[in-house]
Each structure stands twice: as C-alpha cells, then as structure tokens.
C-alpha cells in the first residue's frame, strides 16, 4: 500500500522560508511523477510544483522564482523549498505521486494523481 508523508508546514511572517519533506512508503521503485499542491480554505486544490523521474520541473506562475521543488530517488522523497513566502501562500500543502504517465500539460492537475498524502499547514502572516 502506497503511502505519502509530509512533514515540514508551520507558521511564519512574510518574507521567511520553510523546507517541506515527503517521503513514499510502500512501493519499491521511483515515482516517475511528484508534487506539491496547496489548498486554501474556500478555494480548489493547485498545483504548486510537479517534478518527473528524469527531473523536469514545471511551477505554477504564482510561486515561479520563490519555490524550488527537488526529490531524492534513493530516499523516495520529495522537497520543496519556500522562499519569499507570502500571505496568500497559506495553505494545506499535499504531496501527490503517481508513476503512470501524466501529460506534460496536465502535470499540475490534481486529478491526475491518485497518490495523495495528509497534507501539512502552512500559514504566513503579514
């Protein structure tokens, strides 16, 4: 059984940074796609940013330049780095996974993950 943890959310004042972690239980191969979502409250579930097995990155415009996303084979985990952080980046964070093919265009799509964690809170005051 596929299990995602996220460990790393917590509060912070605009302009600091925070380090998200997730790793993969249960399934003995790289996931060939992982990523970040976020979900405010009120709001639909985004892609943040999505990474692949041969580590091609797409970003949402709204975190471009501030979010880094990285992963870890060996370790079958997944970060995402956040600088800069913003108010209207508070949010539910989720790490997804999935290793069935995902379009290029379609890689922010939470749908297109059926591997899904927890999630960890961030919150950013001003």
């Known amino acids: 059984q596929v299990q995602l943890v996220e460990s790393g959310g917590g509060s912070v004042q605009a302009g600091g940074s925070l380090r998200l972690s997730c790793v993969v239980f249960?399934?003995?191969?790289?996931?060939?796609?992982m990523g970040w979502f976020r979900q405010a409250p009120g709001k639909e579930r985004e892609g943040v940013a999505v990474?692949?097995?041969?580590?091609?990155?797409t970003y949402a415009d709204a975190v471009k330049g501030r979010f880094t996303i990285s992963q870890d084979n060996a370790k079958n985990s997944l970060y995402l780095q956040m600088n800069s952080l913003k108010p209207e980046d508070t949010a539910m964070y989720y790490c997804?996974?999935?290793?069935?093919?995902?379009?290029?265009?379609?890689?922010?799509?939470?749908?297109?993950?059926?591997?899904w964690g927890q999630g960890t809170q961030v919150t950013v005051s001003s």
């Open positions: 997804a996974a999935d290793y069935w093919p995902i379009a290029e265009g379609a890689r922010l799509v939470p749908t297109q993950y059926r591997y």
């Open positions: 249960g399934y003995a191969y790289s996931m060939n796609f």
């Open positions: 990474t692949t097995g041969e580590g091609r990155t």
